[in-house]
Structure formats: C-alpha cells, structure tokens
C-alpha cells in the first residue's frame, strides 16, 4: 500500500491562474515533505519543501501548505506559467537523517496558453 | 557540465544479462543513491551509500547490486537482468547536514527483453 499518494494523476490549469497539486500520506512519522519537478528526458529537481513544525512555507510563485492532521500536503502555483508544465512529485521521510523519502506517483500539469 | 552524469542514457538488453549503469558527480557529496521510477509508482529506492565505506539497503534491493568505488562514484548492476527490472533508474546525491534536497541525474531508460 503506497504511504505517498498523489490521486490525481493529471492536471490542466489556464496560464495566469492557480494550480493545486495534492498529495495525502498515511505514515504519521513522517515529518519532513518535499516537491520535485521532473521534466521529460531530465531527472527531478528540488523546489520546495516543509517541515512538520510549520503549516505553510512560501517560494516566490510556490506555496506548500502542511495539514499534519489531515495528512495532507498541497503544493499552489500562483500564477500559473506554461514552463511549469511537468510532472510534480510529493516525497516524504521519516528520519532524522532525510535519507529515505518516500515518493509519490506524480502529477503531470499541463498549463494551457 | 551536469553535476551528477549517469551512463548509459539508455539500454536494451536481454534477459539473463550483467548490467552496470554508472553514476558519477562533481558536487562533492559524501551521499548518494540509486533509485527506479515504474508507471505509477514514484521513484523508489533501491540503495544508498554515506560514504565510501557504506552500503545500505533500500526499499527494493533484490536483485541489484551496488559499488561505490570513490566519493564521486557509484554505480548499480543486475547480475541477471529480468523483464520487471525494465524501468526508469535515476541516481541522486546529496551533502552532509541531512534533511536537504536530493540533486538528480538524467536518468538511464533500461529495457530487458
């Protein structure tokens, strides 16, 4: 049973508006999340991440907000720009070390023109 | 020129075949990992070194071996390759203080027939 879920698995948004990506996790030791954006033929890049102590952490156009009790994590892209399409996945860890993170499926956005 | 290289980039082979995909990296990182992507399924790990001298066991180790032969090498082999180690395998490093971000290669498509 996969503890990193991203349940959808695509995603269209408009250029210029707001894109929410979701992610829900089930190991209640996880304490640490992270973003990544993956583009075709490259491997994934960091872009964000939170710790349990905080609810929401802020990036320029990037937002990830933290809801421990629900045990879910969204990540919002304001506004949204056609070079944010690519695939975005959730990773979680339990360690203090962060060297086993969890990931989930991903979400492919498509920001339309 | 790319922080952290895999080779090959791509790879058919047949089953029952040794392979070796190698990574190398110029960040100067004392960690580093080897994971695969499927369809679906995130990027899972499949092991992880701290340093030249550690070798630890990820979450899907079986069939797969790992040499880390320098601090900015480390590559993976499948001593008998089988058609569901066909996947996507990226390798990742990242530095000392822990709870930071994972720097990714382009990753190596491998195909067993």
């Known amino acids: 049973d996969q503890q990193v879920k991203q349940n959808s698995p695509s995603l269209s948004v408009q250029e210029g508006r707001i894109s929410i990506l979701n992610c829900d996790y089930t190991?209640?030791?996880?304490?640490?999340f992270l973003w990544y954006k993956k583009y075709p033929a490259e491997g994934p890049t960091f872009l964000i991440s939170?710790?349990?102590?905080?609810d929401k952490n802020e990036d320029g156009r990037f937002t990830v907000f933290l809801n421990k009790s629900a045990k879910h994590l969204s990540l919002h892209i304001v506004p949204s720009q056609p070079g944010d399409s690519a695939v975005y996945f959730c990773?979680?860890?339990?360690?203090?070390?962060?060297?086993?993170?969890?990931f989930g499926p991903g979400t492919r956005l498509s920001v339309l023109p | 020129d790319a922080d952290v290289t895999q080779t090959p980039r791509n790879r058919i082979t047949k089953t029952g075949k040794r392979i070796m995909l190698e990574c190398s990296q110029t960040k100067g990182h004392d960690r580093m990992y080897w994971y695969r992507q499927d369809p679906g399924l995130g990027l899972r790990l499949i092991y992880y070194s701290f340093d030249v001298k550690d070798i630890n066991k990820g979450e899907i180790s079986d069939g797969y071996s790992v040499s880390r032969q320098a601090q900015a090498k480390f590559s993976l082999s499948l001593e008998s390759a089988i058609p569901n180690q066909t996947a996507l395998y990226f390798c990742?490093?990242?530095?000392?203080?822990?709870?930071?971000?994972?720097?990714f290669g382009p990753g190596t498509r491998l195909t067993v027939l």
């Open positions: 990742a490093t990242s530095d000392l203080s822990g709870r930071v971000e994972q720097f």
């Open positions: 939170i710790s349990s102590i905080k």
């Open positions: 190991n209640s030791m996880f304490d640490y």
């Open positions: 990773a979680a860890s339990a360690d203090n070390y962060g060297q086993n993170f969890v």
